[in-house]
């Protein structure tokens, strides 16, 4: 079993930053790629970002191509997604989950999940 549990999130006016992390306990943190998801009212959940165990590869949506960052730290056991010059469209409850695979995108290629952390961005 991993147990992820998200912070960071809050509201931002378009155009604000905000760093989500994600802390994993449990299993050996390096077995896992980790992922960024988020979900909108009335949307399906949406792949964002994901790094790979070691954290040398990496791979975005398109629509946070340039805007958003994922590292980690393995020391630390921990996920981070740095999100720049945020848009309303980015209003979501984003999720971390981590996987067995190298570098998913699909959300049932995950087999942990956190509980979400809501970001909103205002125009």
């Known amino acids: 079993q991993v147990q992820l549990v998200e912070s960071g999130g809050g509201l931002v006016e378009a155009g604000g930053s905000l760093r989500l992390s994600c802390v994993a306990s449990?299993?050996?943190?390096?077995?896992?790629?980790m992922g960024w998801f988020r979900q909108a009212p009335g949307k399906e959940r949406e792949f964002v970002a994901v790094?790979?165990?070691?954290?040398?590869?990496?791979n975005y949506a398109d629509s946070v191509k340039g805007r958003f960052t994922i590292s980690r730290d393995n020391a630390k056991k921990t996920t981070y997604l740095q999100m720049n010059s945020l848009k309303p469209e980015d209003t979501a409850v984003y999720y971390c989950?981590?996987?067995?695979?190298?570098?998913?995108?699909?959300?049932?290629?995950?087999?942990?999940w956190g509980q979400g952390t809501q970001v909103t961005v205002s125009s």
């Open positions: 790094a790979s165990a070691n954290g040398v590869s990496t």
């Open positions: 989950a981590a996987s067995v695979l190298s570098i998913p995108y699909m959300s049932r290629s995950y087999n942990y």
């Open positions: 449990g299993r050996t943190f390096t077995n896992y790629a």
